[in-house]
């Protein structure tokens, strides 16, 4: 009895270990291509339930099936679309994988233009041209070919040096100019005499382009009281202003980088 | 009848009883206790850690969140694995205090086992409530959060019998029992395994063995006991063999993967300070902790412990493991312990262990007197000597007093924090959690092991840690540094690992730091660091720009199999003994075995009697005594030196109210206006982020109630050291002395309303709502910027980089450089600014920098400077305006008298200039930061004279090498060299403003 267990286990081990080679089934309705929602495609695959993909270039498409005779139809969600291109239809049972390719096809698509600039900002200091490369693409990202079956245009521009935010209609696509280094600086005082300093005021402070110089320039107004002092302030809408305790009269001139204003002096 | 039943009831089983009772207290204390003590304990979190780690991969051991990775298997995996088990169900706190006290019924158990070798079941009992409330084990698990130690312990305590019973019977299921009970010892904890070898395992051999003679042989002179023992142990030598096998086996095999480990990268850092090895009579505190505490008791009663231990020769390995404990226990105190153990092991252990061990060995002969004196001959002798009064009394002082220690023990690390204040972790989880943060390290500062716990919930990466075994970075093992994030309680030495880390980010990927401390908030600010947003718990983000993210490090590979068996074999050990037990005591149990071995009553002498029924009463009265008067009725201002002491002390822990109380009692100066002027003085890098590292008080003149005194006070600060003297007078009234507040001349501005245009910056950040990483129109270009000069400069042995920034953008900018050298050898090293740099520039503003390289023999053959920009929104203020003439010492001695204006509407907490050397063309020739110690308020001057050293006369400028000059990647030119007018006018000196504002809320 012992004996005759021990062969029933050995047995059911062995036939649970052994697999049965599945059919490759046999699309009856064969198309070289597709569009996304084409019709139902049908393969002969007995009474086993297999289960279909789409697989494009990008990721893998569950199809929805169905059984009637031991015909497989499988079709594909109803909306959406897809990248288009070569593709395969894969029906899977088990470990068994058969795969039939096929090229997709969207059946409606609307492209829009792309605009890439290089670099997004710009610094007339350095150079004011900038570089574009324009594309279309669909909704599902797939690029439209050009007349001479370019995929994308190359272009150079000069922009214009008026410091500002350039808008386009998606605001990840604007541009900046900035702002260049400061050409001149004006400097002007006056007591204050409710408070006692003397106020000064370095600007309009502008650039070659006649662009007030960006905000938060370090502008340092350099005066001799008993020692060399150095007061730094920066520059909002193109002024920077400081106030100075009018304990003396002093000799004040500003400075932007190495560039510097004329002398002054201050006085009640 | 009834008389019958009730004596019965009590009688019947009493060891086993007060096992019971034992069991029942360590539910009723520890286990109601230990989730509130647990986030005050040293070592709980990093176990906790560790067990997170389980609990994610159990069967990986590379652990990638601290120290840029390390092996987990450099530790005994089975408190960690069986926490994160139990983690599965329950949350990790509550696994860890789940498995915690369950050990502890283990060990309470173990103990109960281990004196029935020795005493009665009574006796056994009696342990095991003492067990209950040890000092040393209420200390290791309150205290230090030794979960592993314990676990250890309660094993191989439960071991000892049943080796006792093998060597003694020779019965294998005695001696598998031990081997099981002895493989989880090691599966947790291997300092025991190896220690309990020597100090628990041969003593319970030899007893073995003494026990196994016949009557006539115990009794004969030393010499020939020691021969006829030596010759036992050749008899016995197949059980010796084979129990000396297997357990090497054990112990090579079950935690193979650690030995490995250690053969394979083996410890070799600088060895960290611990107050174990302390001189005890030099630095008390430690002694206090690691010595007096664990064994008060033990001191308490040691004339009892010492005659029971001594009395009988079974005892004999006992009382030799048992004073060699003590001895090895009192660390530094006597140069003994390093002789025996040898400097290396010394420098590496800590030793309160053996302290520890020693307590445990004393238990026995403790419940033995404790029993005595509670029920026995003891307890009869005072009743004959005096009454039964007198005895009932002497008891009960002696309990309560022990209790109220015991209490005192259980809130140790409330009265004297050795952590700080919990911190609640959730914001930080969120910081982490958001905008791929988690994608950089970060790092705790001032966060004690709490820094664990925050790494056990979290998948982000830290450069710091708390197992020091693992760490491998050699800015750690080359320090004696426990851990970066407490690095000012390392001293000099922590600072430089920290500054090298703070420095050296990008090495590290280091671009958070969370900081809990603000004495760290210099060395951040002025090491390129911006501070970002204060979190809900009061935690400050600093942030550096410029810093990559983690690249992918290859885990250290680990044959599969050695990972299996480190997840399966230690947990497998811990099953496998318990089912075993099970089994044993179903099966095998021999009841009251161990009667026939036991002693009877030890007769004490009257001089044991006498001292170990006093001493407690003494030992633990004077204790709480001394407590109650160190927090009530101590005499801080009964001298002028003791008052200036206690006043600096107050001064130093910030305790404001406590040290006003010693200035002089007057109605015009009360502790409202105490505050006021304290406001007004101080804010300063001294006091406010320094800490107090010397005090020296010299008395100058003592005439009747008035005092004049010098005070020297040197102050530790995370930029270094800084001195101070100071002259206090003092008077006294009373008994009383008094300081005389200083005298206050109040600085006032002249506007009653100031005004400052600041602009603030807002980066816009990721716009488009995706979690890619990076979305290209999102991505803000890289800032321009450019070298104005560049210069190497040898001044003796030294060379450095020397030159000029210039922020050439519209935007405020970070800056991040590094020099990187190449020697004749090949050998390339890379240097950084570290604090001679300012590290965020407004458009158009320009920083000096020095970039200093060590030391090295080699000849330079090239130097590349690489300077990364990154646009910041904040951080370009530095703050006053400086203004300075130079005085000409001669020798190329300057002195400088820099005057600073605070025209901003906050005030500069650290006054600071940037000082630059040139010569007549304009080149740099030395850079130096100067940081004065005294705030300036708003609207105020300060003048600060110092001296400057000038080194043109001697330094050479190296020209005949080409410096190579990066800006985010791409090679640039340096621009012309311009003169400096002004600087020629002032001795070649040149400024600009570099103070730190700690008002967070713009710019810095």
Redesign the interface.
């Known amino acids: 009895m012992k004996r005759i267990r021990t062969y029933i286990i050995v047995i059911t081990i062995f036939l649970s270990a052994c697999k049965e080679k599945h059919e490759r089934p046999v699309w009856l309705n064969p198309s070289p291509s597709l569009s996304f929602h084409f019709q139902e495609l049908k393969f002969s695959a007995g009474k086993k339930k297999w289960k279909a993909l789409l697989i494009n270039s990008l990721q893998p498409i569950e199809l929805e099936s169905s059984y009637e005779d031991g015909i497989l139809s499988v079709k594909p969600p109803l909306k959406g679309g897809t990248i288009e291109g070569s593709a395969e239809i894969c029906l899977s049972l088990d470990d068994d994988n058969f795969f039939y390719p096929v090229r997709l096809q969207n059946d409606t698509a609307s492209f829009k233009p792309i605009i890439f600039r290089s670099p997004k900002t710009v610094n007339p200091d350095s150079s004011l041209n900038q570089q574009l490369i324009l594309y279309k693409i669909d909704e599902f990202r797939n690029i439209a070919t050009g007349k001479n079956n370019e995929l994308f245009i190359e272009d150079e521009v000069s922009l214009s040096p008026r410091a500002g935010t350039y808008n386009t209609a998606d605001p990840l696509k604007s541009y900046y100019v900035q702002p260049g280094s400061c050409v001149k600086i004006p400097v002007k005082s006056a007591f204050n005499s409710s408070e006692n300093v003397f106020q000064i005021t370095a600007g309009p402070l502008k650039d070659k382009n006649d662009n007030l110089i960006a905000d938060g320039t370090l502008v340092t107004f350099i005066y001799d009281a008993d020692k060399l002092s150095k007061m730094e302030t920066f520059t909002l809408k193109g002024f920077a202003t400081a106030k100075i305790p009018a304990v003396r009269n002093y000799q004040i001139y500003a400075q932007i980088d190495r560039l510097i204003s004329e002398k002054i002096i201050l006085k009640q | 009848m009834d008389n019958i039943n009730k004596a019965g009831l009590w009688n019947d089983y009493l060891g086993k009883k007060l096992l019971l009772v034992a069991l029942s207290l360590v539910l009723l204390t520890h286990g109601v206790i230990i989730y509130f003590t647990l986030p005050k304990t040293y070592d709980a979190y990093v176990h906790m850690f560790f067990a997170d780690h389980y609990n994610r991969f159990w069967f990986e051991p590379w652990e990638y969140r601290w120290y840029t990775g390390f092996l987990t298997i450099s530790y005994p995996p089975l408190v960690h694995q069986m926490v994160a088990l139990i983690a599965k169900i329950f949350p990790l706190k509550v696994a860890f205090c789940i498995y915690a006290i369950f050990i502890y019924e283990i060990l309470v158990i173990g103990i109960y086992r281990f004196t029935k070798m020795f005493f009665d079941k009574n006796t056994a009992g009696i342990a095991a409530i003492l067990g209950v409330l040890l000092s040393s084990i209420v200390e290791t698990l309150h205290v230090y959060g030794q979960l592993p130690t314990l676990n250890g312990l309660a094993f191989l305590l439960n071991a000892l019998p049943f080796l006792y019973q093998y060597f003694l019977k020779g019965k294998g299921i005695h001696l598998v029992m031990a081997l099981v009970f002895l493989a989880v010892t090691v599966s947790s904890h291997h300092v025991t395994a190896i220690f309990g070898m020597v100090f628990f395992i041969a003593p319970t051999i030899f007893m073995a063995f003494v026990d196994g003679l016949p009557q006539d042989k115990k009794t004969v002179n030393f010499f020939k006991f020691l021969f006829t023992i030596v010759k036992v142990a050749f008899n016995k030598y197949k059980q010796i063999i084979l129990f000396v096998l297997l357990i090497v086996i054990l112990m090579v095999g079950l935690i193979f993967p650690y030995w490995y480990w250690s053969k394979t990268d083996p410890i070799t850092q600088v060895s960290i300070p611990h107050g174990s090895r302390d001189n005890f009579l030099k630095n008390f505190s430690s002694g206090l902790i690691f010595y007096i505490v664990p064994l008060t008791l033990i001191f308490a009663l040691l004339p009892a412990v010492c005659f029971g231990i001594t009395n009988k020769k079974r005892y004999m390995a006992w009382s030799i493991s048992f004073f060699l404990c003590l001895l090895l226990g009192s660390g530094g105190t006597t140069p003994l312990p390093k002789m025996i153990l040898g400097a290396n092991a010394f420098n590496i252990l800590t030793l309160d262990r053996f302290g520890f061990w020693a307590s445990i060995i004393a238990i026995p002969f403790m419940a033995r007197f404790i029993h005595s004196f509670i029920a026995g001959d003891i307890k009869q002798f005072w009743i004959r000597k005096f009454s039964t009064s007198f005895h009932f009394i002497l008891s009960a002082i002696s309990g309560f007093s022990y209790l109220l220690f015991i209490v005192f023990i259980f809130h140790l690390a409330s009265f004297r924090p050795l952590q700080p204040k919990e911190i609640e972790i959730e914001p930080m989880l969120n910081f982490l959690n958001r905008d791929s943060h988690m994608r950089w390290r970060y790092l705790t500062l001032g966060f004690g092991d709490q820094m664990a716990w925050l790494s056990a919930n979290s998948l982000a990466a830290t450069v710091d840690g708390n197992y020091h075994s693992a760490r491998r970075l050699p800015e750690l093992t080359t320090r004696p540094v426990e851990r970066l994030e407490n690095a000012k309680f390392s001293g000099t030495a922590g600072l430089a690992s920290l500054n090298d880390f703070l420095t050296d980010a990008e090495k590290y990927n280091l671009k958070y730091v969370f900081s809990n401390d603000r004495y760290y908030d210099p060395l951040l600010y002025y090491s390129g660091w911006s501070r970002t947003i204060r979190l809900e718990n009061g935690i400050m983000v600093w942030e550096k720009g410029n810093i990559s993210t983690i690249k992918p490090i290859s885990a250290r590979a680990i044959s599969p199999l050695l990972t299996r068996m480190w997840g399966i074999l230690p947990v497998g050990s811990f099953c496998i003994a318990i089912l075993l037990t099970l089994i044993y005591l179903s099966r095998y149990k021999e009841p009251d075995f161990f009667e026939a071995y036991r002693d009877a009553e030890i007769n004490y002498p009257k001089f044991a009697i006498y001292t170990s029924s006093f001493l407690p009463v003494i030992f633990f009265s004077l204790f709480i005594s001394f407590q109650i008067y160190e927090l009530l009725l101590v005499k801080q201002q009964s001298n002028p030196k003791d008052t200036v002491l206690n006043f600096y002390n107050n001064l130093d822990f910030q305790r404001f109210e406590k040290a006003y109380r010693f200035y002089k009692p007057d109605p015009t100066y009360t502790l409202d206006q105490y505050l006021l002027e304290k406001s007004v003085n101080d804010g300063g890098l001294l006091p406010s982020y320094a800490k107090l590292d010397s005090i020296e008080v010299k008395q100058i003149s003592l005439k009747g109630d008035s005092a004049r005194l010098a005070v020297y006070t040197r102050w530790k600060t995370s930029l270094g050291y800084r001195e101070k003297n100071e002259l206090l007078d003092l008077v006294k009234t009373g008994k009383t002395w008094y300081i005389f507040p200083p005298e206050f001349t109040p600085e006032i501005p ?2 009653q309303m100031r005004s400052y ?3 603030l ?1 807002k980066k816009a950040g990721k ?2 709502i995706s979690s890619f990483p990076t ?1 290209k ?2 991505k ?2 890289k800032p ?1 910027a450019a070298f104005k000069q560049v210069n190497l400069v040898n001044n003796g042995k030294i060379n450095f980089i020397t030159g000029e920034v ?1 922020n ?5 900018i970070n800056l991040a450089m590094k020099a990187v050298v190449i020697y004749t050898d090949k050998s390339k090293k890379e240097f950084y600014p570290k604090t001679v740099f300012q590290y965020n ?6 920083t000096y920098f020095q970039i200093d390289m060590d030391g090295n023999k080699q000849k330079i053959v090239s130097v590349a400077l690489f300077l990364e920009t990154d646009v910041s929104e904040r951080g ?3 703050g006053g ?5 130079t005085e000409n010492l001669g020798g190329g001695n300057l002195m400088l ?3 600073i ?1 605070d ?1 901003l509407t906050t005030d500069l907490n650290i006054p600071g200039v940037l000082i630059a050397e040139k010569d007549k063309f304009g080149r740099i020739w030395q850079t130096r930061l100067e940081l004065f110690t005294t705030a300036i308020r708003s609207g105020l001057n300060r003048e600060f004279t110092h001296p400057f050293k000038t080194i043109q006369h001697r330094a050479k400028m190296i020209s005949n090498l080409d410096i190579s000059t990066y800006i985010n990647g791409t090679q640039r030119k340096i621009m012309p060299l ?1 003169k400096d007018d ?1 600087a020629n ?2 001795h070649g000196i040149s ?3 570099h103070c730190f504002l700690s008002q967070e809320i713009y710019l810095q």
């Open positions: 002249e506007e245009t600041y602009t910056f716009r488009v979305v129109d999102d803000v270009k321009f210039l050439a953008d519209d935007v405020p520039l407004s458009p158009k503003a320009s370009y203020i530095h305006t400086p203004g300075f003439n008298k820099t005057k204006y025209e311009a002004l006018q002032n400024m600009i403003p």
